[in-house]
């Protein structure tokens, strides 16, 4: 199959699973080309190497990638963030079909939404069907993280994106929440593809603590709950500050926050504020570097706010976690605590409930090391059997075959 992979964000971004379907299907021997905009997430900022211009071609990694212009942001500004949206898919629905190679389907990653729309366009202009993989549901997403709080607004996303799903070949969701919804929205149910997530299996693995790193970090001789991700909004790592004071009689134990986003300085400031010295930030590391950092971790911390959209909302952060072999602490509700508490990797916990996560931290600190080890065992061993890459990038080539062969969408 000829493919054309539709996404906002690409490597040198971290936009790492859908790098790996890239490389996946062209290994599979299937020709693949993406079509994306200039990286700059997550800081807004282009990368080193990198400057506005009306079109770029590279190869990472064997993959073709076209490079459109966009409008560098990723700040708290709403209007600046629907700017970045807009002008990316302005870009690509303009010049993605001049770019762009002949294909037999288009795979469209989103978010954000606005990718819906020149999905479309690239869609009717060359004739073939797309695919909608839904990572998170809009308007939910954008209500969720107050980007925007209009309510004409959100309904006018809302009907946008019901646009969309009626004209998509097929829509590709990551839970069975997200599935619900989308009936709850009038989409077929033969429409609906569910396929979780992966993880590389290989990349994140368990591999021997380095002491050395462990004492650079200061991670050495603690107890370490370790959070690692996207440090914003919907996080509401607020409550990890929270928590942390309140388990403040613990002295070997400390919260560390690996990563980057919009609400890192606050939490800093908190931090600094209320002088908290068992909370460490460690700042942003290389996809690459992440299994040794986890190996110097306790316990692996899953945390989003509460709220309906998050109940349904599986991070991918979740498999990378139990692919590296550490027990799991997941204060959220829905489907990420119910693959946690299915795969017997670790606790749960009420999100945004800071004496909760204390008390689930100071239970998982009192545990014989050997039953947080077999926490860790089953989180390994569900990662291999359920959301290695190898097993799910297979469910998706079948998906594509059979949109690629299906009658199309009018």
Not at 210 to 220: E, S, V
Request: hydrophobic share 45%; with cysteine; aromatic share 10%.
């Amino acid at each position: 199959m000829r493919i054309l992979i539709l996404t906002q964000w690409y490597l040198p971004e971290p936009a790492h699973l859908i790098s790996e379907l890239a490389e996946s299907l062209q290994a599979a021997g299937h020709e693949v080309t993406v079509l994306t905009g200039f990286p700059n997430y997550p800081a807004g900022r282009l990368y080193p190497g990198y400057r506005l211009r009306w079109y770029q071609r590279e190869n990472i990694n064997g993959v073709p990638v076209i490079r459109v212009p966009l409008y560098p942001e990723h700040g708290k500004s709403a209007v600046r963030r629907v700017l970045n949206y807009l002008s990316f898919a302005l870009s690509a629905a303009l010049l993605g079909p001049w770019l762009a190679p002949r294909v037999d389907v288009i795979h469209v990653y989103h978010p954000p939404g606005t990718v819906g729309w020149p999905a479309w366009v690239l869609s009717r202009l060359k004739r073939v069907p797309f695919i909608y993989n839904i990572q998170d549901m809009w308007p939910e997403t954008l209500a969720a993280t107050k980007m925007l709080n209009s309510r004409l607004a959100l309904w006018i996303v809302g009907w946008y994106a019901k646009w969309v799903y009626r004209r998509a070949a097929a829509i590709h969701v990551i839970s069975p929440g997200f599935r619900d919804n989308l009936l709850g929205k009038g989409v077929p149910d033969g429409k609906i593809r569910v396929i979780s997530n992966w993880v590389d299996t290989e990349l994140y693995r368990p591999v021997p603590p380095d002491p050395q790193l462990a004492q650079k970090h200061g991670l050495a001789g603690r107890f370490n709950v370790m959070y690692a991700g996207n440090i914003g909004q919907a996080q509401g790592l607020a409550v990890v500050l929270e928590a942390a004071e309140l388990l403040a009689d613990l002295p070997d134990l400390q919260f560390v926050l690996v990563g980057d986003g919009a609400d890192l300085e606050r939490l800093k400031a908190v931090t600094q504020e209320r002088r908290l010295d068992n909370v460490k930030f460690l700042g942003s590391f290389a996809i690459e570097e992440m299994s040794g950092l986890y190996a110097l971790s306790d316990v692996l911390l899953l945390h989003l706010r509460d709220d309906p959209l998050f109940r349904i909302t599986i991070p991918h952060k979740i498999f990378a976690y139990l692919a590296s072999g550490k027990p799991v602490l997941a204060a959220m509700a829905g489907d990420a605590a119910n693959v946690v508490q299915a795969s017997q990797a670790g606790l749960r916990c009420r999100p945004g409930d800071p004496q909760a996560m204390a008390e689930t931290v100071r239970r998982l600190h009192g545990m014989p090391a050997c039953q947080r080890q077999e926490m860790a065992d089953n989180g390994r061993r569900a990662a291999l059997r359920q959301y290695a890459k190898e097993y799910l990038v297979g469910k998706m080539i079948e998906m594509l075959a059979a949109v690629v062969h299906q009658p199309p969408v009018p």
